[in-house]
């Protein structure tokens, strides 16, 4: 089973960036259709990006600010998060998918606040 570990999370001021890393261990990344997602307390997870070969998707709400990318000689899926709104403030997971597998980090809290 793939092992996803996120980092890059913190506190970070409006209009700030951070850059998100998920490694991927057990597993090749590049077989993988990888997701960022995000979730608030009790709220339900939401979808922010994915990232399939080498087409990208994203939600309306962080499209031209939120860019995903993957590295897969370091078996790394990266989100880069400029502009950052109070409304990002969230707590930041990576996903692994295929048709046989669901994999989860454990998440990565970003908090935008002055």
């Known amino acids: 089973q793939v092992r996803l570990v996120e980092s890059g999370g913190g506190l970070v001021q409006p209009g700030g960036s951070l850059r998100l890393s998920c490694v991927a261990s057990g597993g090749i990344l590049a077989l993988y259709l990888m997701g960022w997602y995000r979730q608030n307390p009790g709220k339900q997870r939401e979808l922010v990006a994915t990232?399939?070969?080498?087409?990208?998707d994203y939600q309306d709400s962080v499209k031209g600010r939120f860019t995903i990318s993957r590295d897969n000689a370091k078996n790394t899926v990266y989100l880069q998060m400029n502009s950052l709104k109070p409304e990002d403030t969230a707590v930041y997971y990576c996903?692994?998918?295929?048709?046989?597998?669901?994999?989860w980090g454990q998440g990565t809290q970003v908090t935008v606040s002055s």
């Open positions: 996903n692994a998918r295929t048709s046989v597998m669901d994999a």
């Open positions: 990232i399939t070969g080498t087409s990208t």
